[in-house]
């Protein structure tokens, strides 16, 4: 993505119909990327292969929604689907019935669907759902798109299962640690209505959590296996306020389209290195101060998301 003065201040959730400019192949790499220039003028870089079945094309506009603004301020877009939208209901040919090992490390069953792409999704089933195996179809809905795969869930969760609402705030237990995903230690989480989260215990370990205590926190977007996700308040960051970190470097971060980009490096209150990218950071370099004060825009993975004041 490119920086400039006039670019506009994007919110992950929003909105916005970009135009594809170009199409570019890494040497020595199998990555391509398409060019997108958002409405105010900036560039910005969309994996290719995730959307072959989009058959996007150089010239053409669409619609993209801001799925996602990392730690180091990226902004990842997520094009609209041609052919489905989130929060809508659809009927998928119904290949088989599965098992699998969910997100908090338990086995369920999933309905492993095929879309109008021929593209084969996932569709967790809730305890004791009943498929009618001689049907070809199975409506499910669609509860989130990532990177042109579907999230899907039964339309008739919510009836069957009590669930918080995304964007939320809610106590949860800590009720264990666990091994899941590449053996690594993860929170498990309980809230009120007896659902279950995890969290990977690395991001988290700065917050001092132990088995039955109880933590607020926001529910954010559904998982890849159709669960919802979860972020822990942070214990001395509020999102909206402005804070003083002590400016440690700056680095130059090249884009694949051989584009530099400043990247100011920050600590934060717990020793935590953290990117903030900026336009002016050439003048910070020349000044070498001891501390910068930096807006807390959000909260990821245990991590500041900073914006300079």
């Known amino acids: 993505m490119d920086n400039n003065k006039s670019q506009y201040k994007f919110t992950e959730g929003e909105k916005h119909r970009f135009t594809i400019t170009g199409f570019t192949e890494i040497p020595g790499t199998d ?3 398409y060019i997108l220039k958002n ?3 900036g560039k910005h870089l969309l994996k290719a292969n995730p959307y072959k ?4 094309k150089t010239g053409q506009t669409i619609n993209c929604k801001i799925d996602k603004i990392n730690c180091s301020g990226k902004i990842f877009l997520e094009p609209e689907n041609p052919e489905y939208k989130e929060d809508e209901v659809y009927a998928f040919d119904l290949v088989k019935i599965t098992d699998h090992i969910n997100s908090v490390g338990k086995k369920e069953k999933a309905a492993i669907v095929k879309d109008i792409f021929g593209m084969e999704n996932s569709c967790s089933l809730p305890e004791n759902y009943t498929v009618d ?9 669609v509860l989130r798109i990532k990177k042109g795969q579907l999230f899907l869930g039964v339309p008739e969760i919510k009836k069957i299962v009590k669930q918080p609402e995304i964007g939320k705030k809610y106590l949860f237990a800590i009720i264990d640690i666990k091994p899941l995903e590449k053996n690594m230690d993860y929170y498990i989480l309980k809230d009120e209505f007896n659902n279950l989260y995890s969290l990977k215990k690395k991001m988290y370990q700065h917050y001092g959590f132990k088995i ?22 942070h214990p001395f960051y509020e999102i909206g306020k402005t804070y003083s970190f002590n400016y440690l470097r700056t680095e130059k971060d090249t884009n694949p389209l051989g584009k530099e980009e400043y990247v100011i ?10 990117k903030v990218r900026s336009i002016d950071s050439e003048e910070i370099v020349k000044n ?10 959000g909260i990821r993975k245990g991590k500041a998301i900073l914006a300079l004041k």
Do not use: A
């Open 31 to 33: 990555e391509s990327y």
């Open 212 to 233: 039955g205590q109880k933590v607020e926190c926001i529910i954010t977007k559904f998982n890849t296996d159709s669960h919802l996700k979860i972020e822990p308040v």
């Open 39 to 41: 409405p105010f003028g």
């Open 133 to 141: 195996k001689k049907s070809p179809k199975l409506k499910c809905e």
């Open 265 to 274: 490096i920050v600590v934060d209150i717990y020793g935590i290195e953290t």
């Open 288 to 297: 070498n101060p001891k501390t910068i004060k930096c807006k807390v825009e």
């Open 53 to 56: 079945h989009y058959h996007l």
